[in-house]
């Protein structure tokens, strides 16, 4: 069975790519196709490599013929958040690249024959606002703020790819912890030098998921087809800044002394600050649970203690 990947060659796409190919035939979908084949490539592959398909993250051309007959699209395209700061220009890129990804493959849904089972819709937590320390499931409104306008906008098109008569899964996806990417290497080079500490109060909450745990979820919301809608891809035990900080300091065997105010972070990063890094949401992955799905990493401490190593 084949399987459409946008964002392949990002940090959850990779793992993704990984996950999946000994069972599926994985079609990544990039702008640069040529350097996508060199990246993709980079994965130790024990089965044939994904094949990579130029997209310019707009339309449905050139790759629809690709999806027809696939069994799941997944999508993963977008601007990344954390890549620098925000300015006006910048929140436009995010949004539009989402939005563009996004309604190329409704568009492309649309004229297919043979349509997919599933699609599945990359989301955040960000879709909740800024939030104190009441706990947040899938049943939660959307919250206000850049991210949640970004994320409503997205989970938008769910309905359209329903009416079309295909399964929709929307993914709200909490705070990644990986070794080769994503948030933890920066969390983790200032506790080496013995610089660690929270931003903040500390009191924000984080929450956060394993890489395996992310790739297994997204796998498992694909193959159980009485499942739609949205999900949490978080822990099931989120935590507050301060308090990853301390377990991050113990598995790293450093202390744990310095804080960054408030204000240092918001004159380096200015909105994003506000809104990724100095606020947070208790986000439990309720429905996620309530399937079934088994979490490899539970626990900050056991994940942290296999993820970081010297």
Same mark, same amino acid.
């Given at each position: 069975m084949?399987?459409?990947?946008?964002?392949?060659?990002?940090?959850?796409?990779?793992?993704?790519?990984?996950?999946?190919?000994?069972?599926?035939?994985l079609?990544?979908?990039?702008?640069?196709?040529?350097?996508?084949?060199?990246?993709?490539?980079?994965?130790?592959?024990?089965h044939?490599?994904?094949?990579?398909?130029?997209?310019?993250? @707009?339309?449905?051309?050139? &790759?629809?013929?690709?999806? +027809?007959?696939?069994? %799941? =699209?997944i999508?993963?395209?977008?601007?990344?958040?954390?890549?620098?700061?925000?300015?006006?220009?910048?929140?436009?890129?995010?949004?539009?690249?989402?939005l563009?990804?996004t309604?190329?493959?409704?568009?492309?849904?649309?004229?297919?024959?043979?349509?997919?089972?599933?699609?599945?819709?990359?989301?955040?937590?960000?879709?909740?606002?800024?939030?104190?320390?009441?706990?947040?499931?899938?049943?939660?409104?959307?919250?206000?703020?850049?991210?949640?306008?970004?994320?409503?906008?997205?989970?938008?098109?769910?309905?359209?790819?329903?009416?079309?008569?295909?399964?929709?899964?929307?993914?709200?996806?909490?705070?990644?912890?990986?070794?080769?990417?994503?948030?933890?290497?920066?969390?983790v080079?200032?506790?080496?030098?013995?610089?660690?500490?929270?931003?903040?109060?500390? @009191?924000?909450?984080?929450? &956060?998921?394993?890489l395996? +745990?992310?790739?297994? %979820? =997204?796998?498992?919301l694909m193959?159980?087809?009485?499942?739609r809608?949205?999900?949490?891809?978080?822990?099931?035990?989120?935590?507050?800044?301060?308090?990853?900080c301390?377990?991050?300091?113990?598995?790293?065997?450093?202390?744990?002394?310095?804080?960054?105010?408030a204000?240092?972070?918001?004159l380096?990063?200015?909105?994003?600050?506000?809104?990724?890094?100095?606020s947070?949401?208790?986000?439990l992955?309720?429905?996620?649970?309530?399937?079934?799905?088994k979490?490899?990493?539970?626990?900050?401490?056991?994940?942290?203690?296999?993820?970081?190593?010297?």
């Amino acid at each position: 069975m084949r399987v459409i990947i946008t964002g392949a060659t990002g940090f959850i796409g990779r793992a993704l790519c990984r996950e999946l190919h000994r069972d599926y035939e994985l079609i990544a979908l990039s702008r640069n196709a040529e350097r996508a084949q060199r990246r993709v490539c980079k994965i130790n592959f024990a089965h044939p490599t994904p094949k990579v398909v130029q997209w310019d993250a @707009r339309t449905p051309t050139d &790759w629809d013929r690709e999806a +027809d007959g696939a069994y %799941a =699209i997944i999508n993963l395209a977008g601007e990344n958040l954390g890549a620098g700061r925000w300015n006006q220009a910048r929140k436009s890129r995010i949004l539009q690249s989402r939005l563009d990804a996004t309604k190329a493959i409704v568009e492309a849904v649309k004229r297919l024959q043979n349509k997919p089972k599933v699609v599945i819709l990359a989301s955040a937590i960000g879709y909740y606002g800024p939030h104190q320390d009441e706990q947040l499931d899938e049943a939660a409104p959307p919250g206000e703020g850049f991210l949640a306008n970004v994320c409503r906008q997205v989970e938008g098109f769910a309905d359209q790819i329903e009416a079309l008569g295909v399964r929709c899964v929307v993914v709200r996806t909490g705070v990644v912890l990986g070794r080769d990417g994503g948030a933890l290497p920066r969390l983790v080079t200032p506790f080496r030098f013995y610089l660690g500490g929270h931003l903040g109060s500390g @009191r924000q909450w984080f929450s &956060w998921i394993s890489l395996d +745990d992310e790739v297994a %979820a =997204i796998r498992f919301l694909m193959e159980n087809e009485q499942l739609r809608g949205a999900f949490n891809l978080t822990a099931p035990q989120p935590v507050t800044m301060k308090e990853f900080c301390r377990i991050l300091g113990k598995v790293l065997n450093r202390p744990v002394w310095l804080s960054v105010p408030a204000f240092a972070a918001r004159l380096a990063l200015g909105e994003m600050a506000d809104q990724m890094l100095l606020s947070g949401q208790r986000v439990l992955p309720g429905r996620l649970s309530a399937a079934g799905f088994k979490f490899k990493y539970p626990d900050l401490e056991k994940a942290l203690s296999d993820l970081v190593k010297w």
